[in-house]
């Protein structure tokens, strides 16, 4: 396995970049990858324990939106089918509980317990340094052509 990178990591060019992003298990997109963020979640927090910095934490996360709306159903969808922890709310039970919404009559939430904040940046400088962290595979940044995929081998498969 290898990572590889166009500019050199961490930086500010991508999705590695900033103080926070949001990470969730209720995948609207399609529930067929609940599984794989379930053990993104087990990954997370064996990279904490090996690098000794917390980079995952978990604030429970809301989708508004109406009840036939893509990200509400989808979430729900993944939800029910891996048994994930989750709430429906109705208008009213947002309100109460988080007051600085004022949905329309028609707009549900889901709330996903386990949805969260990953650290990016502390996360790219984690898996270079840490040890084990990157399963013995270099990150190589600084790869701005092609061609230079060819020139780094794999130094380990991961299954």
Known sequence: ???LDQFNPPHDRGSSHGQSRVIRQAYYE?????PLLL???EL?????RDSGQS???ITGG?????????????SLRSAREHGLPHELL???EIRRRFPQFAPDADTVALFEENAGAVRPEDAVRRISTAPGASCGAPLRGGSH????LWRWRACQDIT
Do not use: F
């Open 1 to 3: 396995m290898l990572g």
């Open 30 to 34: 399609d529930p067929a990858y609940v």
């Open 39 to 41: 053990r993104a979640y």
């Open 44 to 48: 997370w927090r064996e990279l904490e």
């Open 55 to 57: 980079l995952l934490t």
């Open 62 to 74: 809301l989708m508004l939106g109406t009840r036939e709306s893509t990200v509400v159903s989808g």
């Open 90 to 92: 109705d208008g009213r």
């Open 145 to 148: 052509r092609l061609e230079n």
